[in-house]
């Protein structure tokens, strides 16, 4: 099993910035397809952006593409989604995901571990 635990959540201006992160544990997490997805109340839960096993690919949703960048570093057991120029429409609760198996990588039901969330409050 993994476990995913997110944080770095807050209270910020639009305008402003923020970097979550979202710390693994469990076997072999450099096995792992990483997503993170976002969910704002009353809305379906959204997918943001994946990155391969080996950070060497990412890919992201227009809506976020040129604000957030996803990372991951896998000697930390950890992937990080650092977010820029923050909308208000970017309020929501903010989730990490993996998956082992390659497939579609863009809808939560594709991933098998799921952390907690973190909030992000975004005023305007």
């Known amino acids: 099993q993994v476990q995913l635990v997110e944080s770095g959540g807050g209270f910020v201006q639009a305008g402003g910035s923020l970097r979550l992160s979202c710390a693994a544990s469990?076997?072999?997490?450099?096995?792992?397809?990483m997503g993170w997805f976002r969910q704002a109340p009353g809305k379906e839960r959204e997918f943001l952006a994946t990155?391969?096993?080996?950070?060497?690919?990412?890919y992201y949703v227009d809506s976020v593409k040129g604000r957030f960048t996803m990372s991951r570093d896998n000697a930390k057991n950890t992937v990080y989604l650092q977010m820029n120029r923050l909308k208000p429409e970017d309020t929501a609760l903010y989730y990490c995901?993996?998956?082992?198996?390659?497939?579609?990588?863009?809808?939560?039901?594709?991933?098998?571990?799921w952390g907690q969330g973190t909030q992000v409050t975004v005023s305007s």
């Open positions: 990155i391969s096993r080996n950070g060497l690919r990412t």
């Open positions: 995901a993996s998956k082992l198996y390659d497939g579609n990588l863009y809808y939560r039901e594709e991933y098998d571990y």
């Open positions: 469990g076997r072999t997490f450099s096995s792992y397809i």
